[in-house]
């Protein structure tokens, strides 16, 4: 029989929600102190829910009362914390890509708070639309450090010399940034693009193009070879 945990009070954030039998819902929920969690909220599309459905919208950080048993969580109350973000156009549509990433690339019951907080800081960022690009490049290199696939952006992966400003890189992930050959297929960029990314200085704006590309490769390498459909279906030209 499964061990049943009560957690009160928890900060979380809703990745996703999608509908359960006639007036409920199942939520992927990213949790501080207990990583993603997916959560039964019964009666939530009832006339008269126990928990208020807007409590529960997107990019909201709320805490939540859960009774977890096994895999899966019943929620049991939910209180909003500080003001929701109105995320609208291009940052809505990051906002929604950065969520799949998380609900993809985070098992559930593993914690890592410092995702939590690097998300919740992620969240004020896509309101400055003039960085949105780069601002989410930055948080998938972070993201991919405290997951335990941190980049090499300095090195080259095979001879071990620093990386060419100048010179154009594929990143094969299980090694680190190699000189691109002509005739291989896939992403590339520049060394300054790379070097860009390790220092956290704004590369040149033909950069974060090639750099959105080559990440999406990386990802796409750590997901099993699996595309995100936000990718498909939810990103701009200067988003995911």
């Known amino acids: 029989m499964a061990s049943v945990t009560r957690i009160e009070a928890e900060p979380a954030f809703v990745l996703h929600e999608r509908p359960y039998r006639e007036t409920s819902a199942l939520l992927e929920v990213l949790t501080r102190d207990h990583g993603r969690i997916g959560v039964v909220a019964r009666g939530l599309r009832a006339s008269k829910p126990r928990v208020q459905r807007g409590t529960l919208r997107p990019f909201q950080c709320i805490a939540l009362g859960l009774r977890l048993s096994g895999e ?23 906002g929604l890509y950065v969520n799949e990433l998380l609900a993809r690339m985070i098992e559930r019951h593993d914690p890592h708070p410092e995702v939590f907080q690097r998300y919740a800081q992620l969240l004020t960022e896509l309101q400055d639309a003039g960085v949105l690009a780069w601002n989410l490049r930055r948080f998938e290199r972070d993201v991919m450090a405290m997951l335990g696939f ?6 080259e992966a095979n001879t071990g010399a620093e990386l060419d400003p100048d010179v154009e890189y594929e990143y094969r992930p299980e ?3 190699c000189r691109s050959n002509a005739l291989r297929a896939g992403a590339r960029c520049r060394g300054s693009a790379l070097i860009a990314l390790e220092l956290d200085h704004t590369p040149a704006i033909a950069d974060i ?10 990802i796409q390498h750590h997901l099993g070879g699996r595309e995100l459909d936000a990718w498909r279906v939810l990103a701009g030209p200067s988003n995911a």
């Open 209 to 218: 193009g090639a750099l959105r590309l080559l990440m999406r490769g990386i």
């Open 72 to 94: 899966m969580a019943q929620l049991l109350s939910a209180e909003t914390l500080g003001h929701p973000l109105h995320l609208q156009g291009d940052a809505l549509r990051a």
């Open 175 to 177: 090694q680190g940034p």
């Open 150 to 155: 941190g980049l090499q952006l300095t090195h």
